[in-house]
């Protein structure tokens, strides 16, 4: 079975336009990750799965029809609880947003679409954002999946968990402190 920890972001993205590998095999590995690990790390809130083979299956038609593809072409991610995603729960890690299905997607979600990622689900956070060690979600505490133990620190510990456990490649938060950007993105490699 392929590890997401074998290779770097690029080799994948090479394997995928080389169909060395599809975007469904890959989207399956990351899937297995979630249902190996997340029970201890609780990275996820929300998963996407019918929704992420769906979009692997079509990712797989356009490479086989020579289709134009994206930078993140079939590349699995995950996006923090506090970004809108239509149709796809978006809770901010609040019992008071439980139900709360957006009706349309966040910018980040709609470029990340474009260029081609897989979203995989929904991330845990802070409540609201607010907090520092990720503890203080309505739905429990991000694990380190390096050391049960201890958390992940900052209001995006899903986010970090999910790429350190190798359950997605890569994540899209949102953070409030002034020195974040609008969107940011967790890599757990780097491109060369």
Known sequence: MLSLFQYRLPELHNMLHSKELSVSELTEQSLAAI?????????FLTLN???????????????ASGAARGLLFGLPAGIKDNIVTKGLRTTCASKFLDNFQPI???TVVSKLHQA???TIGKLNMDEFA???????SAYGAVRNPW??????????????????AGEVLFCAWFG???????ACFVLRSGWS
């Open 49 to 63: 799965e019918e929704g992420a083979r769906q979009s692997a299956r079509a990712l797989d038609d356009k490479l």
């Open 130 to 136: 607010m907090g520092g060690s990720n503890e203080n």
């Open 116 to 118: 081609d990622a897989v």
């Open 147 to 164: 050391n049960l133990e201890h958390v992940p620190g900052g209001s995006r510990g899903g986010s970090a968990a999910a790429v350190a």
């Open 104 to 106: 349309y997607d966040a």
């Open 176 to 182: 409030y402190r002034r020195f974040d950007p609008p």
């Open 35 to 43: 249902a190996e690990r997340d029970g201890k790390v609780h990275a």
